[in-house]
């Protein structure tokens, strides 16, 4: 069974920047996906960041320049650097691993930009 915990969350104001880490515990096999997900108060949970074992990344256009998802093999750990916050950034970020016979998700890390 795999387990995803993250960490990094917290409190920074507009233009500043965060590093989210999601650590896995457990082994995949095979192919997968590992993502970052976020959900803002009233809204639905959407993708963020996507990175696949073969290294290709996928982005949101809301996050796309400011954003970059990279993994350590060696830690089974990935993160999701932020820069350039903004105030609709504000959500609870969750990480997401994806394979062919396994899915896990995070428990979540509140992110909140403000002045």
């Known amino acids: 069974q795999v387990q995803l915990v993250e960490s990094g969350g917290g409190l920074v104001q507009p233009g500043g920047s965060l590093r989210l880490s999601c650590t896995m515990s457990?082994?995949?096999?095979?192919?997968?996906?590992m993502a970052w997900h976020r959900q803002a108060p009233g809204k639905q949970r959407g993708l963020v960041a996507a990175?696949?074992?073969?290294?290709?990344?996928n982005y949101a256009d809301s996050v796309k320049g400011r954003f970059t998802i990279s993994r350590d093999n060696a830690k089974n750990t990935w993160y999701l650097q932020m820069n350039s916050l903004k105030p609709e950034d504000t959500a609870v970020y969750y990480c997401?691993?994806?394979?062919?016979?396994?899915?896990?998700w995070g428990q979540g890390t509140q992110v909140t930009v403000s002045s």
């Open positions: 990175l696949s074992s073969a290294g290709s990344t």
């Open positions: 997401l691993v994806v394979g062919t016979d396994v899915s896990s």
């Open positions: 457990g082994s995949i096999f095979g192919l997968y996906t």
